[in-house]
T-cell receptor, first 115, second 113 residues
Framework: AQSVTQPDIHITVSEGASLELRCNYS??????LFWYVQSPGQGLQLLLK??????LVQGIKGFEAEFKRSQSSFNLRKPSVHWSDAAEYFC?????????????FGKGTTLSVSS | GAGVSQSPSNKVTEKGKDVELRCDPI?????LYWYRQSLGQGLEFLIY????????KSGLPSDRFSAERTGGSVSTLTIQRTQQEDSAVYLC???????????FGPGTRLTVT
């Protein structure tokens, strides 16, 4: 069955420290991969996406993610976390080369930033 | 430009009542999705519309849930005879035809008492 796993429910990082949020997926083929961020009371904002090509993708707000086919992973990273990054982060997969399919989401990782 | 808008932002209803949730997609986006976000379940797909094609209703949890999209734009999600387990945030998203990036609205928080 297709699924997305985010192993860490909650992570706390000091402001200025680096961040890595883990995402693993189970899919029949290499899916389209996404990271979304959700601040309290807000909808989801797309941070970055991977469709094909370069396995290191850059997104907004200084985030990047690396696709590793051998590990079925798409981990999100940021070199220096800011207090405003505190939010919930969702990894999602979509069917490749097939527009208009539902995304499958992980259960999310809540990021807290300590001063 | 304007993003996806949803109304109301919050809705409190009594068990057994019907509710309607509205979604206005981004102008020009022909694909529209409804998801439900609840504690313990994460984000679940409910229904998908693409242009004038028949909607994909495979995610609707029961026949109490229905949705329509008028004129290929605004969509309404209706929940009949609401139950407490329907309490959740209902998110709408839209994308361009053939697009794979979905843009989400702020959601409607539904509380069934």
């Amino acid at each position: 069955a297709q699924s997305v796993t985010q192993p860490d429910i909650h992570i706390t990082v000091s402001e200025g420290a680096s961040l890595e949020l883990r995402c693993n997926y189970s899919y029949g083929a290499t899916p389209y991969l996404f990271w979304y961020v959700q601040s309290p009371g807000q909808g989801l904002q797309l941070l970055l996406k991977y469709f094909s090509g370069d396995t290191l993708v850059q997104g907004i707000k200084g985030f990047e993610a690396e696709f590793k086919r051998s590990q079925s992973s798409f981990n999100l990273r940021k070199p220096s976390v800011h207090w405003s990054d505190a939010a919930e982060y969702f990894c999602a997969v979509g069917a490749p080369n097939q527009a208009g399919t539902a995304l499958i989401f992980g259960k999310g990782t809540t990021l807290s930033v300590s001063s | 430009g304007a993003g996806v808008s949803q109304s109301p932002s919050n809705k409190v209803t009594e068990k057994g009542k019907d509710v309607e949730l509205r979604c206005d997609p981004i102008s020009g986006h022909t694909a529209l999705y409804w998801y439900r976000q609840s504690l313990g379940q994460g984000l679940e797909f409910l229904i998908y519309f693409q242009g004038n094609s028949a909607p994909d209703k495979s995610g609707l949890p029961s026949d109490r849930f229905s949705a329509e999209r008028t004129g290929g734009s605004v969509s309404t999600l209706t929940i009949q005879r609401t139950q407490q387990e329907d309490s959740a945030v209902y998110l709408c998203a839209s994308s361009l035809r053939g697009g794979n990036e979905q843009y989400f609205g702020p959601g409607t928080r539904l509380t069934v008492t």
